[in-house]
């Protein structure tokens, strides 16, 4: 079987199956496993973190195929792109799905506080009782819409890990970063999931909606790997585009959330476990 068919795979089983596992999540959620999630958000925040600064970074500094160094500003260039594309995802998503919800006030902050508040299930006795489920229902709707768009970048990461890649299809960043990226894709399934089961949509097809919207994750691989190859500078600019999306998606949103639904101090020595992990795996 070629790379691209392997790559497809990959990155469908990451954001299809990373996803729809995250909306089963949603629907048979228990209260007490936010801390389980908080660990598991934290570990994989370190171990994408290790790949970024020991993998994707130097490679994109000194690609495959290069014969000499790219210009570090080039690579800069890639990183604060690649950030501002996924932060502007992440805003647009934060600012429309806001509006499903209109009891914020001061006592009901907007931020994630807790799994509950990322899921927004703390906000179905609210909707119970003013009987909006009609929104509910919309906001999933959504939010399903705008993650599929989120997860078009996230694509492109595995992509062109695997395009800098000179180890196999199953050893090497292209891989760590699928596998992380599906842990990365569970709450994100969580939070499209129960807005849509308590709207009214059944259990089954409330999941089969959630995995879909994995579905851009594989467009997102082809491109990344496709750009990859053209060229050395490409490459370059290909890895510090998913090191930069990287980044955001570590201290924008798995560091935070992983804290705010723990405050303890175990996130950060998960997170410290999940950097090691990571450095191990990179130099294996």
């Given at each position: 079987m070629s790379t691209v068919w392997w790559i497809v795979i990959i990155t469908a089983i990451?954001?299809?199956?990373?996803?729809?596992?995250?909306?089963?999540?949603?629907?048979?959620?228990?209260?007490?496993?936010?801390?389980v999630v908080s660990l598991l958000l934290s570990f994989a925040g370190g171990v994408m973190m290790a790949v970024v600064c020991f993998d994707l970074i130097p490679e994109s500094l000194m690609p495959e195929g290069a014969t000499e160094?790219?210009?570090?500003y080039i690579v800069i260039?890639?990183?604060?792109?690649?950030?501002?594309?996924?932060?502007l995802l992440n805003h647009i998503i934060d600012k429309t799905t806001n509006h499903e919800i209109a009891h914020i006030d001061e006592s009901h902050p907007k931020t994630a506080d807790?799994?509950?508040?990322?899921?927004?299930?703390d906000h179905l006795e609210e909707?119970?009782?003013?009987?909006?489920?009609?929104?509910l229902f919309i906001g999933g709707i959504v939010m399903a819409c705008a993650i599929a768009l989120h997860n078009m970048p996230e694509g492109m990461v595995i992509g062109a890990s695997y395009a800098g890649a000179s180890s196999s299809i199953f050893t090497g960043s292209g891989f760590i970063i699928a596998v992380v990226i599906g842990l990365h894709n569970i709450p994100e399934g969580m939070a499209v999931s129960v807005p849509?089961?308590?709207?009214?949509?059944?259990?089954?097809?409330?999941?089969?909606v959630t995995a879909a919207s994995g579905a851009p994750t594989i467009i997102g691989a082809l491109i990344g790997y496709g750009l990859g190859i053209l060229s050395p500078i490409w490459l370059a600019l290909s890895l510090s585009f998913?090191?930069?999306?990287?980044?955001?998606?570590?201290?924008?949103?798995?560091?935070?959330e992983s804290i705010l639904m723990w405050r303890s101090k175990l996130p950060a020595f998960f997170l410290l476990v999940g950097t090691v992990?990571?450095?191990?795996?990179?130099?294996v």
């Open positions: 990451a954001g299809v199956c990373g996803t729809g596992f995250g909306g089963l999540v949603g629907a048979v959620l228990k209260r007490d496993s936010a801390k160094p790219i210009p570090i260039l890639g990183i604060l792109i690649g950030y501002g594309v996924v932060f807790d799994l509950d508040e990322l899921i927004h299930s909707h119970k009782k003013t009987g909006q489920f009609r929104d849509l089961i308590t709207g009214g949509m059944s259990r089954v097809k409330a999941i089969l998913a090191s930069g999306a990287m980044l955001y998606v570590v201290f924008g949103e798995l560091i935070p992990v990571g450095l191990i795996l990179v130099n």
